[in-house]
């Protein structure tokens, strides 16, 4: 299993932006898709974003495209989530995945045999 540790979540307005990290501790980090998923109260988990291996290809939820971008630094071991123009309905807790699956796969099949990580708060006010 590989240990990931999110950081940049917090509370901001609507319209407003934040940078989500997810470090990775992991030997070969580049073998691993990387998604973002996310969970607003009373609601199920929700995909949000992959990340190929390589960077090179990438996939979102219809309601965050335009909006967010995810990216990777494979030689800080790190996945990032730019989100913008923040909605009360970005409102969740945001998870970081690794899988070693190809992105689609992680991005509709993940589960606990994944690697996820602790979880961090984002929360949009009016």
């Known amino acids: 299993q590989v240990q990931l540790v999110e950081s940049g979540g917090g509370e901001v307005q609507t319209g407003g932006s934040l940078r989500l990290s997810c470090e990775a501790s992991?030997?070969?980090?580049?073998?691993?898709?990387m998604a973002w998923f996310r969970q607003a109260p009373g609601k199920g988990r929700e995909f949000v974003a992959v990340?190929?291996?390589?960077?090179?290809?990438?996939s979102y939820t219809d309601s965050v495209k335009g909006r967010f971008t995810i990216s990777r630094d494979n030689a800080k071991n790190t996945v990032y989530l730019q989100m913008s123009d923040l909605k009360p309905e970005d409102t969740a807790v945001y998870y970081c995945?690794?899988?070693?699956?190809?992105?689609?796969?992680?991005?509709?099949?993940?589960?606990?045999?994944?690697?996820w990580g602790q979880g961090i708060q984002v929360t949009v006010s009016e």
């Open positions: 995945v690794a899988g070693q699956r190809t992105p689609l796969a992680l991005s509709t099949r993940a589960d606990e045999s994944d690697s």
């Open positions: 990340i190929s291996w390589t960077g090179g290809t990438t």
């Open positions: 992991v030997r070969i980090f580049s073998k691993y898709s």
